[in-house]
């Protein structure tokens, strides 16, 4: 079908010009589209399923994840897992081979109580900021000029070395008196 479509041109006079009607390209953009709209809401549907089965599958991924990171270095029966996420043993193993393969757990076949499991643990612990939250280096006066290649360093800092020395005591169940940081700090070997 034909239009017409009027330009004005350069000397302001009006001019018609036919315009052919946009045609689709081939007969596969005609068949592609949904006849209905019970097809195009079946097709919607079935992606809504599909997507949400996914995300089902991602929360118990990482449910699993972080009930194994919960038990840390240690580790966890694969069946103790199982019975606290309501699933059945294939669905957990599944979901226990897809982490070992992302390298996030290792699965190590055990004999428990005279049949074979799995015991799961983290390759990586996630890492915690607790250990960082009282450094020096937040609140540090210096801080400006501190570089690794100026006069003052990280590697020649008395606040610095100060925390980590009050951070390993803590670790070791010393108390850290200051008599004890000046005892640590002056009589380290370089």
């Not at 034909?2 to 006079?13: F, L, R, V």
């Not at 081939?26 to 006849?35: A, N, Q, R, V």
């Not at 097809?39 to 089965?53: G, P, R």
């Not at 897809?98 to 699965?107: H, N, V, Y």
């Amino acid at each position: 079908m034909k239009k017409e479509s009027t330009i004005k041109d350069s000397s302001g006079e009006f001019e018609s010009i036919p315009v052919e009607k946009e045609k689709p390209s081939s007969e596969t953009e005609i068949k592609s589209k949904p006849k209905n709209p019970v097809e195009k809401t079946e097709i919607i549907s079935d992606e809504i399923d599909n997507s949400e089965e996914e995300d089902e599958l991602l929360d118990f991924t990482s449910r699993v994840y972080k009930l194994v990171v919960e038990h840390g270095k240690e580790g966890v029966l694969q069946s103790e897992l199982w019975k606290k996420l309501n699933l059945t043993s294939r669905d957990g193993s599944r979901l226990a081979i897809r982490l070992e393969k992302r390298g996030m757990i290792k699965r190590e076949k055990i004999l428990e109580g005279g049949r074979w499991t799995y015991e799961l643990s983290p390759l990586r612990l996630p890492a915690q900021i607790k250990s960082i939250e009282e450094s020096p280096c937040i609140t540090c006066p210096e801080e400006l000029k501190c570089s690794t290649d100026s006069e003052v360093s990280p590697h020649i800092c008395y606040y610095l070395a100060e925390w980590a020395i009050r951070e390993y005591l803590r670790s070791q169940n010393i108390t850290a008196t200051p008599e004890v940081i000046y005892e640590r700090m002056f009589t380290m070997k370089a």
